[in-house]
């Protein structure tokens, strides 16, 4: 059974930062793109950040270039999001998410509605 556990969620005051995991099992962790999502209240659900699990660059939304890092310990089969300098824009639930796939650095990252394993979601709050 595939299972996407976020953790690192919290409430954390403007410019603070926080590190997201996503613990991934019941599936062959390697050979799969790994997203980060959010979805604000009222708003629909976003990209954040997504990473190949078998190497490769990873790939981020303009509204986190510079201050967002997803990195991955395929050891662990965990996924994580380095948050720093963090805005209360970047308040919501955030998902992980996974699609199997092959890499190159010619191939667009999977677009969201093509993810089709997702976690339950950990909640950020940044207040001003």
């Known amino acids: 059974q595939v299972q996407l556990v976020e953790s690192g969620g919290g409430s954390v005051q403007a410019g603070g930062s926080l590190t997201l995991s996503c613990a991934a099992s019941?599936?062959?962790?390697?050979?799969?793109?790994m997203g980060w999502f959010r979805q604000a209240p009222g708003k629909r659900r976003e990209g954040v950040a997504a990473i190949y699990t078998g190497g490769g660059r990873p790939y981020y939304y303009d509204s986190v270039k510079g201050r967002f890092t997803i990195s991955e310990d395929n050891r662990k089969n965990t996924v994580y999001l380095q948050m720093n300098s963090l805005k209360p824009e970047d308040t919501g639930m955030y998902y992980c998410?996974?699609?199997?796939?092959?890499?190159?650095?010619?191939?667009?990252?999977?677009?969201?509605?093509?993810?089709?394993?997702w976690g339950q979601g950990t909640q950020v709050t940044v207040s001003s």
């Open positions: 998410a996974a699609v199997e796939g092959f890499y190159s650095d010619f191939t667009p990252f999977p677009e969201q509605s093509e993810y089709n394993y």
């Open positions: 019941g599936y062959t962790y390697n050979r799969h793109y």
